[in-house]
Structures are given as structure tokens and as C-alpha cells.
């Protein structure tokens, strides 16, 4: 028994520094990765955005990024772009998600928009537009075949190009990703819920309202604000499909850094991309904060 009690420590307080030494070397690749990759482009942005073109600190790009008219206006159109095709897909995709939940497991519903939602999602840019220009376009196949049932889409004042076509097109990846954000949710439902909620007396739409809802909320407002940030970032997409008519914050920034509109307004493009991190940074935060909120419903 004494021999016993002078034994050393157990092995696990002495290895586990030594584990956590080689999980953190395993993370250096990524730190690196982060470093050159997000940390050097964003601290490019920051100081340029915070001086002049002589290197001397001014927040002149910062107030002209927020408050001449162009650049207004193209925050002010992508924010409603993105709002609206952040709805539009988180509306559509939770009806389709909870149709593949509640379909029966291996059909062929629940197959095709697994697989199809997890190829769309990620199906934007120069591809995409092209697709569009060649369905709805002037020429397109489906506005051909619906002006020959009579229903001529340019007569009645539809353009691929602006800003309606613009945000069908984001709606074509919006909902597949809304798909893919919102099944774990639905999943997490526990069906004991809804037989007690029966048992109760309450209606299907009682249960959506006083139960699931309340439970998906948190859920639903982060994969809404992803949809956002999603649209609210996407840029070859709209300059494949407007060529930079449409006033939008991405395309601002191209146009600002290339010279294409103003010379010398370098500084101001890279003020309009520290906006955008700031942007994209409230959207981050809170995701995380609904999240974390819908964690509360995961652990159980």
C-alpha cells in the first residue's frame, strides 16, 4: 500500500502538456494560412482606407466612403439586395428543407436536393451568370418559350441585368445554402414534442407557433444573416451579369481601385472595403450570438 502511494503522478497530468503542444503545432499551417491570407489584405485595407495617397493619416475615405451620393447609393443597394434575397432564400429553403426532413429516408426527394443543394450553393460567379443570360436573357431559352405562350418578359420591363434580375439570380444559390444552414435545425426537433403538443389538444399550426418556431428562431436568424452576408459579399456574380451598372459595394470598390470612374479614389475604394468588413464583422457577431443560443436546443 505504501508503495502505491508513492507512486508518481498519473501519466495523464504529465502527457497532456505534451499533447497540447502538438495540437497547437497542428494549427500553425492554419494560423500561417490565416496571417498571409486575411490578416496582411486586411491590414493593406485598414491603412490605406485611415491615409492619404502621401501616407499621412486622414479619415477624408472614411466620410467619403459613407457619404458621397455614388457610394450611398450603392450601400443602399446592396443592403436591399441582400436583405431581400436573404428572405426570399430563408423563406424557400426552410419549406424545402422541412420537405426533405419529413419525406421518407432514401427517396428520391430527400437524394436529389441533398445533393443538388450541396452543388448550387456553392454555384455562383462568371458560371452562373452565364446560365442566366442564357435562360432569361433577350435571347434566353425560357424567354423565348414564354413569349411564344404569350408572356413576353421585355415587354413588361424585365432585364436580366438589373437589379430584379440580379436578385433571381442570387435566389439561385440563396436557398440551396438555406437548405444545407437550416436541416441540422429541423432535425433537432424532437418528435416527442409534436405528439405531446397532439396529445394536448393543439393544432399543427399551434405547435409551429407556441413550440417549433420559438425553438428554430435562433437558428432561422443566423442562417438568415449567413444569406446576407453571402449576398452582401458576392461580387463576380454581378459584374459577370451588369458589367457594373448597378451601383453595388463590391463592384464600388473595383471601380474605385482600377480607376475605371475617378482617378486617385484608391484610398476611398479601400475605405469602402473597411466598411464592408465592418459589415461582414456585425454579421459574424451576430451569427455567433444566435448561435450560441441555438446550441441551448442542440445539447439536449
Do not use: C
Not at 14 to 38: M, Q, W
Not at 54 to 61: D, I, K, Q, V
Not at 231 to 236: D, L, P, R
Not at 268 to 286: K, Q, Y
Amino acid at each position: 500500500m505504501t508503495s502505491l502511494l508513492e507512486q508518481p503522478a498519473a501519466p495523464t497530468e504529465t502527457v497532456r502538456p505534451a499533447r497540447n503542444r502538438r495540437a497547437a503545432l497542428g494549427l500553425l499551417p492554419f494560423a500561417a494560412y490565416l496571417l498571409v491570407f486575411l490578416g496582411g489584405p486586411l491590414y493593406f485595407v485598414v491603412t490605406g482606407a485611415l491615409t492619404d495617397s502621401g501616407g499621412r493619416p486622414t479619415f477624408a475615405n472614411v466620410l467619403a466612403s459613407v457619404t458621397e451620393p455614388q457610394y450611398r447609393l450603392a450601400f443602399a443597394s446592396s443592403l436591399l439586395l441582400s436583405a431581400v434575397t436573404a428572405l426570399i432564400g430563408a423563406v424557400f429553403g426552410v419549406f424545402l428543407a422541412q420537405a426533405v426532413i419529413t419525406s421518407r429516408p432514401g427517396s428520391p426527394l430527400r437524394r436529389i436536393v441533398s445533393t443538388a443543394s450541396g452543388v448550387l450553393a456553392y454555384f455562383g460567379g462568371v458560371p452562373l451568370a452565364f446560365a442566366f443570360i442564357g435562360a432569361l436573357g433577350q435571347t434566353g431559352l425560357a424567354t423565348i418559350f414564354l413569349r411564344g405562350i404569350g408572356i413576353d418578359l421585355y415587354a413588361a420591363g424585365f432585364r436580366i441585368d438589373s437589379l430584379t434580375g440580379l436578385g433571381l439570380t442570387y435566389v439561385y444559390f440563396q436557398i440551396p445554402l438555406m437548405v444545407i444552414l437550416i436541416t441540422p435545425a429541423l432535425e433537432g426537433l424532437l418528435p416527442q414534442w409534436r405528439e405531446a403538443a397532439e396529445n394536448l389538444g393543439a393544432s399543427a399550426w399551434s405547435y409551429w407557433r407556441h413550440i417549433a418556431l420559438p425553438v428554430l428562431a435562433p437558428a432561422l436568424g443566423g442562417a438568415t444573416l449567413v444569406l446576407f452576408g453571402n449576398a452582401f459579399a458576392a461580387y463576380a456574380t454581378a459584374l459577370a451579369l451588369t458589367s457594373g451598372s448597378i451601383p453595388l459595394v463590391t463592384t464600388s470598390i473595383a471601380s474605385a481601385l482600377s480607376g475605371n470612374v475617378l482617378a486617385n479614389q484608391q484610398n476611398v475604394g479601400l475605405a469602402l472595403g473597411l466598411d464592408m468588413v465592418v459589415v461582414i464583422g456585425i454579421v459574424m457577431v451576430g451569427y455567433l450570438l444566435l448561435q450560441r443560443r441555438a446550441a441551448k436546443w442542440t445539447a439536449r
